[in-house]
């Protein structure tokens, strides 16, 4: 008995439409009367459709449909089709190759859009807008290179870099850049100290704790015992 595998059988073209649709378009083409064909396709065209009977509603949905029918036959079915017959050129046409936008980042820690802005800068020339965005950005970078070297940047490291991404556009002297409020310090607030410094502090408020808590014990008890021997005095007399 001879085994009928799927890999000895020819090979699907639209595997989402099961070989038994495969089949049927075969028989198509065997159907020598062309009104017989092309009622016979009719046929085919609504049983496709009744395997996604959500997308009868949508657009174009009968076009998709004719269009399957003749990849399935490779091409070779000879029906009148309501629409314009497809071609194989038409429908296996290669997609165009994308071209990736991003590059090469010279300065990571920077970010490229930096070395973007900088270079537009620099073509633009001189001016307000121009100098107070460079600033802005000097100040940025600053900011980057602190958090990425864990240090404070140099100066001369910052000219250099802004000069290289401008293209020799933008010149930033030292002066200019020292005027720059520095952002890149953060100033923590204030922590308990560890060791024995923090001891001491823990002691010397406990003590003070502990007189105040005295005094205020002490008032009390004398004013209660004031209260007492008034009391005693206004019952004597009154007696």
Not at 23 to 50: C, F, H, K, P, Y
């Amino acid at each position: 008995m001879k085994k009928n595998y799927n890999y000895t059988r020819r090979r699907l073209f639209l595997p989402e439409y099961g070989r038994h649709i495969h089949e049927m378009v075969d028989q198509l083409m065997e159907i020598e009367d062309r009104e017989e064909r092309n009622r016979q396709a009719r046929v085919v065209i609504a049983v496709m459709g009744n395997l996604q009977p959500l997308l009868r509603d949508t657009a174009d949905f009968t076009h998709k449909l004719w269009d399957h029918l003749f990849i399935m036959s490779d091409f070779q079915l000879d029906v009148d089709s309501p629409y314009a017959r497809p071609t194989r050129e038409d429908l296996m046409v290669s997609p165009r190759k994308m071209e990736y936008s991003q590059g090469r980042i010279a300065y990571k820690h920077y970010g490229k859009y930096v070395a973007r802005m900088l270079r537009k800068l620099g073509e633009v020339g001189n001016s307000e807008a121009t100098t107070a965005a460079v600033d802005s950005l000097a100040r940025y970078m600053r900011t980057k290179s602190f958090e990425y070297n864990q240090e404070h940047p140099n100066n001369e490291v910052i000219i250099k870099d802004i000069r290289q991404m401008s293209g020799g556009g933008i010149e930033l002297d030292e002066i200019a850049l020292n005027n720059l409020r520095s952002d890149y310090k953060h100033h923590l607030s204030a922590r308990p100290q560890k060791g024995p410094q923090r001891t001491q502090q823990k002691g010397h408020m406990k003590n003070s704790s502990a007189k105040q808590y005295n005094n205020t014990k002490g008032k009390n008890n004398n004013g209660i015992r004031k209260n007492g021997a008034d009391a005693a005095s206004r019952y004597n007399s009154q007696k």
